[in-house]
């Protein structure tokens, strides 16, 4: 996958992935992945694009696990955060 509407990207669509909107600030990427890290899932790789400084951005993660409902549902939570989506290939 090499582009999601504006923004480019670089990503395998393999195994378990991420797909996450979110606004281009300071500590969006860091909040994701202390929430990860907490419940256990590691990032594999991680691809972030954006179509403009402090605009609208995603974060395209690829996992070595199946993310649970509940957890996208935490991750929506977060500051920053506007939509969540897991895929499982």
């Known amino acids: 996958i090499v582009k999601v509407d504006d923004n480019l990207v670089d990503v395998k669509p393999d ?3 991420l797909f996450i ?3 281009d600030q300071p500590g969006a990427i860091g909040r994701v ?4 890290a907490i419940e256990n899932i590691n ?3 991680m ?3 954006r179509s403009t400084v402090g605009g609208n951005a995603i974060m395209m ?3 070595d696990n199946h993310v ?3 957890n996208v549902e935490r991750l929506k939570e977060l500051e920053d955060i506007f939509d969540v989506i897991a895929i499982n290939l």
């Open 33 to 36: 992945g202390t929430l990860l």
């Open 68 to 70: 649970e409902k509940a």
């Open 21 to 23: 909107k979110h606004r």
């Open 61 to 63: 993660l690829s996992v």
């Open 43 to 45: 990032i594999a790789t």
């Open 47 to 49: 691809q972030v694009g």
């Open 15 to 17: 195994g378990h992935l």
